[in-house]
Nanobody, 119 residues
Framework: QVQLVESGGGLVQAGGSLRLSCAAS????????MGWYRQAPGKQREPVAH???????VYADSVKGRFIISRDNAKNTVYLQMNSLKPEDTGVYYC?????????????WGQGTQVTVSG
């Protein structure tokens, strides 16, 4: 099993910054991709940013130039630095990893952390 613990969410004014962290633990043999998704009230969950174990990144158009995803492979941790936040960035942010354990290779999700941007 893999456990993901997220932290760093909160309330911030528009134009401000937050940094999210997600640490993976458990019976992990390896972690491939890591990423962040978000879900705004009344909307579907959407991808925000993604990083491979080689460090290649992909961002949603709505966050390009404002958010930066990074990872620390030694700590099995992924980060999301969010700058120039807008009210439309409000939502629950979920960490996602593609991990290999002794019993399966698959997606694992964090419990979500609330980000609220006041305008």
């Amino acid at each position: 099993q893999v456990q993901l613990v997220e932290s760093g969410g909160g309330l911030v004014q528009a134009g401000g910054s937050l940094r999210l962290s997600c640490a993976a633990s458990g019976s992990i043999l390896s972690i491939n991709a890591m990423g962040w998704y978000r879900q705004a009230p009344g909307k579907q969950r959407e991808p925000v940013a993604h990083i491979t174990n080689g460090g290649s990144t992909v961002y949603a158009d709505s966050v390009k130039g404002r958010f930066i995803i990074s990872r620390d492979n030694a700590k099995n941790t992924v980060y999301l630095q969010m700058n120039s936040l807008k009210p439309e960035d409000t939502g629950v942010y979920y960490c996602n990893v593609l991990a290999v354990t002794p019993v399966r290779r698959g997606d694992y999700w964090g419990q979500g952390t609330q980000v609220t941007v006041s305008g």
